[in-house]
């Protein structure tokens, strides 16, 4: 065997194989970002996909220091230590929120300043009329005179005379929703949680939190952070816990958890199938080459994959071992084909693997590619890929396996149980059928599919990342359950405007409880409109009475407390000499504090609302749409599943009709069309119920592999439908490598997609799971609904009726043949004058004719045409194409025997013949051969029997389009066509001793010529 390998060919393949995949590799970024897969042509998506993108939330990380006891300056002493330490590593454009709390009294200070601008008529009236009664001003003033006597009143006598009464008080509290939790405080610049535990370091890194490398780096520092503030506070009894949260941790736990899976993947599949083909050929070894088209293809698709994009998901590489499992099916096959009990050629296990296997490829490459149609990025990828791969690999089988493997000698006979194992399978019969329609019945009232379409199934985090995420919401609040509103303008008026729209419409929302709380900068710094509104409000508010009231009030229980005579002149003369309506530019060192940022030139600011107990997400959404980009997490997540259905249903409606359309193409039968999606079918119901039994719901992964299982499940029923079509007996030789291929190639995709179930990833466990239900129920439905439904198909031998034509007859015996030999004899039958002119050249003759010989038979339609013409003939074929061999024989069933030769050679006869056909061949050969298998008719013929031949000539004249057809496809072959005159014709016959009886131009076809001559010999001349 070793002598039949062209090892440096091989040599070449396997420094192409590692070159192709080095440069795609290499040419190809590797991106662990899930967001980046979602379809961003619905608004609903697209606006989340640039929240996701703008928002500060996104990138930045966020730190809690726990204690394990109360004590606010440990936790302020550890922020601190923090802060400085992730500051000098140069890795955070950001650190803390120090800066922001140093706003805070500039903002108080903004806000008494600016105290008619503040508020709305209903906010006067609820807000500040509770503040103007007598019991309400003594009580304050208590307040501030005993502020002004302790620490606490150092510098604040600006605010108490220029807002006496608190006004500022309720404008500040509606900043409270900015801060990660409502009862949260600022002490000493930090965020502390209100038991005096939790301390809250926010930082927002150079790079972005998806930035793998950047993340490592990140990681690594706070475990050294950790360790320093263990090292310094346990020896004091003080328990530190450093608990960051973060995308980076995300990005992180899916890149170590995917490559993991990943590798596993890939080994386990590689060395599962390689044992499998270990097991399965005669020649063990041999087997281990089946792997090569899939590596090759897969390499090939990588490198071509690099040239059309520069980045490739992580989860479509991690799908790898699936598509070696898929792609290794036609190296199977080629091999099975190849390494048998007698001597093979290359070219003829190719030839076979082809005829049954191309339908098959066409489907895959099709149901993979109907994902580039999905919207989903990764998907698009995962299509095109493996789309790809399968393609580069059947090219591989079909164009370097022949030139590796040349030939190889007769196969020792070895046992092999796995083949009886698959006979056996194959066997069971209406038993089989019976099961498996009760098992599908069965598990019909299971089917109803779930879906958990999120984005919590395309990403896996670590449990200690839940953990950590889990703490942090319970301490600092959960932002799952806040929107997200997300502006956009060329200038900070244009912001302001449109927060002057967003508040009036939330300030409304708000009576309705449709919105519980919200803070909007307008609420501080409004815009024009909001300016000129509340001016208004606040001259109308503030009438003479009320003024003198305050005033009198202020003055009496000011004296009484020792306050100064003029003490709150300055806010009194607000009261009496309002400011104009002019608004104020929100100042660019408050827009971190109100959410906004810079990006690309424009300004982007993000609002936070709390939902009321009347919110609805779609009139929510419709409401506030035309100012603000909204992101409602619940409202996301059920659009993106009904997205994701309707998208995926579509696109599965689709590749069925397109998958039937070209089946019936191939077949032309919609009684084959039916049968072979028989066992997709069956895999979909049990697919479907046994998810439902094991608690599996249809989640993104198993959508997009419900396309797939319909492209890759469907090539077993086409390989057993094409193996019936093309053998007929289930105990054909070939029909058992058949069989052995489909096994095998479910049983390697079974295990590349079945390792995948092991996987800790949710993406890829879910890949894994589906497939192994999907493929497994296609298989089973293959081996044992097609076997029984397929022997009845092709055994039926209805007889015609009578009064049929001759032309019905014999369509009826290419009635069960592929698409191409079906429509050839229905074209031939239709548009050939051969078969009128045969019938009146032969009508004399049609009771003497028994034994007909048809050289150069083709697929047999004359030869059938004998047959029916000549009840009582049978007949003798021969054609060089192994193909035509093979249909003709179908065609003429036990009436004829076709033998695979050329002429001149004549296959051995019992006795001779009384008819020989030599039929739009004979331009095909030389004069010597055509002599010498003149002669061998003459010799073959019975006493009396007839030659008759149909041959072209050379018009002098225009040519029709068949004739130049026909010249091309011979001088194209390599071939020379030989046209010769009816008088040299005649002379060829008369030279082997024939007697010319009919030399004439076909009546309806003047580039054909009929001769028929007679073997003029008794019972003793030379035969």
Known sequence: MLKSFNYPLIAGVFILIIGTAAIGILRLDIDTDVVRSLPSDQSVISDALEIFTNHPIHDQIAVDITLDKDDPNILIECGELVEQKLRASGLFAEVGINEVSKLLPDLALHVITNLPLMFSQEELEQEITPRLGKEFIQLRLNELLLKLSSLEGIGQSTFMAADPLGLMEPVMAKMALLAPSTESRIYKGQLLSADNRHLLVTARPRTAGTDTASAQQISALLATI???????????????????????RAALDNERIIRHDVQLALLLSTVGI??????????????IFALLPAFAGTAAALFVFSLFHHSISIMVLGFGGAIIS??????????????????????????????????????????????????????????????????????????????????????????????????RLYRTGPIGAVSAAALALVLLFFAHPQFNVSLESMNTVSSETLA???????????????????????????????????????????????????????????????????????????????????????????????FAPHAFDQFLGVLQSPLQATASLLPSRYYQLMGISEKK????????????????????????????????SPFFSAQLANILFTTFATILGIIAVSIAALLFFFFLSWQLTLITLLPPLFSYICTLGTMKLIGHPLDIP??????????????????????????????????????????????????????????????????????????????????????PLLQAFFSDKKQPATEQSLSQLILARYRLMEAYPKMFARFKLKFDPIFDDLAALLAEHKADIKIILDIGCGYGVPGCWCLEYFPQANIIGMDPDPERVRVAALAMGERGTIFQDGAPHLPALARPVDL?????????????????????????????????????????ASRSSSWLLEDYRVKFSGSKPWYRSPEKMAGFMTAARLVVETNMVSPRNSELVWLIGRADKDETSDK
């Open 326 to 423: 898929i792609t290794v099916d036609h190296g199977i096959a080629y091999l099975l084909f190849l390494d048998r009990p007698q001597e093979t050629k290359g070219k003829e296990a190719s030839r076979e693997v082809y005829a049954v296997g191309i339908l098959t490829v066409l489907t895959t490459i099709g149901a993979f590619l109907i994902l580039s149609f999905s919207g989903f990025p990764i998907f698009v990828q995962l299509g095109q890929f493996t789309a790809l791969g399968v393609l580069f690999s059947f090219l591989f089988v079909h164009s370097i396996f022949p030139r590796l493997i040349p030939s190889l000698p007769p196969a020792k006979r070895r046992s092999l149980p796995l083949q009886g194992l698959v006979d």
């Open 468 to 562: 950590a995420d889990q703490m942090f919401a319970s301490v600092w609040g959960n932002m799952g359950k806040r929107i997200f509103l997300m502006v956009k303008g060329d200038s900070i008026d244009e912001i302001q405007q449109k927060n002057d729209i967003i508040l009036q419409k939330i300030n409304t929302d708000k009576k309705s409880d449709i919105i519980q709380s919200a803070f909007v900068p307008s609420m501080i710094f409004p815009g024009t409109l909001r300016t000129r509104d509340n001016l208004t409000a606040w001259q109308q508010f503030w009438n003479r009475d009320k003024i003198a009231t305050v005033q009198k009030e202020l003055e009496t229980s000011g004296a009484a407390l020792g």
């Open 226 to 248: 950790a360790k320093d503030l263990s090292h310094t506070y346990t020896p004091r009894g003080i328990n530190v816990t450093l608990t960051p949260v973060g995308a980076y």
């Open 274 to 287: 390689g044992l499998l083909l270990f097991f399965a050929f005669p020649r063990p070894l041999l087997g």
């Open 601 to 632: 030139g424009s300004l982007v600011q993000f609002i936070t609302l709390s939902p009321g107990p009347r919110y609805n997400s779609q009139n929510f959404i419709d409401h506030y749409g035309q100012e603000a980009k909204i992101f409602d």
């Open 916 to 956: 020989v056909l030599l039929l739009d061949m004979l331009h095909y050969l030389d004069d010597e051969t055509m002599t010498t298998l003149f002669t061998n008719c003459f010799q073959a013929l019975a006493p009396g029997g007839i030659l008759v031949i149909r041959y072209a000539i050379q018009p002098e």
């Open 702 to 787: 198993s959508l997009m592999l419900s396309i797939i299982i319909l492209g890759m499940g469907i090539d077993y029923s086409i390989f057993f439908v094409k193996a019936h079509q093309r053998y007929r007996n289930p105990d054909h030789p070939a029909f058992q490598l058949v069989r052995m291929t489909v096994f095998m190639a479910a049983t390697s995709t079974l295990i590349g997609f079945g390792v995948l179930c092991l996987a800790e990833h949710s993406l890829l466990r879910s890949i894994g799971i589906t497939s192994l239900l999907g493929i497994g129920y296609s298989l089973l439905g293959a081996f044992l609904l097609l076997p």
